[in-house]
């Protein structure tokens, strides 16, 4: 059972009176800085799959849903089928800042979706079979968007730079007082559907 009495970092480091909007901004300057994911699926004997993903830049300052172009013929999609719940984890190793998002992957292949997050250098990770349809370019027939629509992002983001971290550690290290430079934050479920629905005006 949790208990915030003897969790005192979490206690002191966990910001409420952050708007939601701030929080995304912050989300999304993590992830950007973080560069690759971790996402983690559930086969059909439960176990639990984890792979590195290159996430898909936002479109939108609002954007919430995390996007993937990803080959339809790997395993993952069959792990997808099975169940739909996934993780997305990032990690920042300048900052120390890192993201957990919680929530349900759809797969889709909207042409006018992947036109949006096409690049040229995605091509690589597809290879071009040379049949005259799997050529490795967006018309790709392999080529599918996992959208990832979160239910809940917690994230860490650091405040001070590495010295001063260090020195905080130190210095609670030798008082005996918890430290932690930095804010753990949470987007909740009512959070994200709120400012979904901003962007949907």
Request: with cysteine.
């Amino acid at each position: 059972m949790s208990n915030p009495e003897l969790d005192p970092v979490t206690s002191k480091t966990t910001n409420t009176e952050i708007t939601s909007l701030q929080k995304i901004e912050d989300f999304h300057k993590l992830i950007d800085n973080a560069d690759t994911a971790m996402l983690v699926t559930r086969c059909e004997s439960e176990a639990l799959h984890s792979r590195a993903m290159t996430p898909c830049r936002p479109i939108e300052p609002t954007q919430i849903d995390l996007f993937f172009i990803a080959n339809n013929a790997s395993h993952k999609f069959d792990e997808l089928k099975h169940d739909s719940n996934v993780n997305v984890s990032f990690y920042d190793q300048k900052t120390t800042g890192w993201a957990s998002v919680s929530g349900i992957a759809r797969v889709t292949q909207d042409k006018d979706l992947i036109k949006k997050f096409w690049s040229p250098m995605i091509t690589s990770f597809f290879g071009d079979l040379k049949d005259g349809k799997h050529d490795g370019t967006q018309d790709d027939p392999r080529v599918c968007l996992i959208e990832v629509v979160p239910s809940e992002i917690r994230y860490w983001v650091s405040n001070s730079s590495t010295v001063s971290r260090t020195a905080e550690i130190a210095y609670g290290a030798l008082t005996g007082k918890a430290r932690a430079p930095g804010e753990f934050r949470i987007i909740s479920d009512a959070e994200i559907k709120h400012v979904r629905g901003l962007s949907e005006k």
